[in-house]
């Protein structure tokens, strides 16, 4: 089953280019595009979808007030910005809001497409350079101590190998025989028993066993 996403942007071309990619993966569903946060905001409520994946800079209100306004009202949804901006304060001020994860523009459609499966797994996605800003500004490792991989079941533990050689969500389904959800159902019980919260948390405490 397709994740349905909505997508709040105003730059047409971008907008068009990158929910074609999503719709040709067959494993990610755009249901909408909505052009400013004042549409998205009435509509998304009806929508219920998965995740939305929101622009910070918007014709009026912006993708952080947005996002924050979203939340207030649905506390469970989950928003992923997708921006050109790099500057720390934005940074902050959109993960307050309320974002579990901060995308550059210029990241492959690949990438982003894997971001959102991570957030929808319970994980949080980040642009290396927007992660490595944050790691500076606390000038300390953000890695969650504790977790033990001895906690892991069989099926778990498979899944995890299999995401450390880098497969896809999908390709892991099929690898092991069970649905993407199935997957994704794995991996947020992978990331409560190891205390991380993405993928690559996960690999790196797999991998340093």
Do not use: W
Not at 9 to 18: K, N, R
Not at 84 to 96: G, Q, R, V
Not at 111 to 124: K, N
């Amino acid at each position: 089953m397709s994740l349905r996403i909505v997508f709040v942007e105003d730059d047409a071309p971008f907008a068009s280019a990158l929910v074609s990619y999503f719709n040709l993966s067959g494993t990610i569903a755009c249901e909408a595009v909505f052009p400013n946060a004042e549409s998205a905001l009435t509509q998304i409520p009806v929508l219920k979808p998965d995740l939305v994946l929101v622009d910070i800079n918007l014709p009026k209100m912006n993708g952080i007030e947005l996002v924050a306004r979203l939340k207030a009202s649905a506390p469970s949804l989950l928003c992923l910005m997708l921006t050109m901006y790099e500057e720390t304060p934005l940074i902050f001020d959109a993960l307050k809001a309320g974002a579990c994860g901060y995308l550059l523009k210029r990241t492959p459609p690949e990438e982003i497409m894997t971001a959102i499966e991570q957030v929808v797994a319970g994980g949080s996605a980040m642009s290396p350079q927007i992660a490595r800003q944050v790691v500076s500004f606390f000038h300390k490792s953000t890695a969650p101590e504790g977790g033990n991989l001895a906690t892991l079941t069989e099926r778990e533990r498979a899944v995890l190998d299999l995401l450390s050689k880098g497969y896809l969500y999908k390709e892991i389904g099929d690898k092991l025989s069970v649905s993407l959800d199935t997957v994704r159902s794995h991996l947020r019980k992978v990331y409560e028993k190891l205390h991380v919260h993405s993928r690559t948390e996960a690999v790196l405490k797999y991998l340093g066993k």
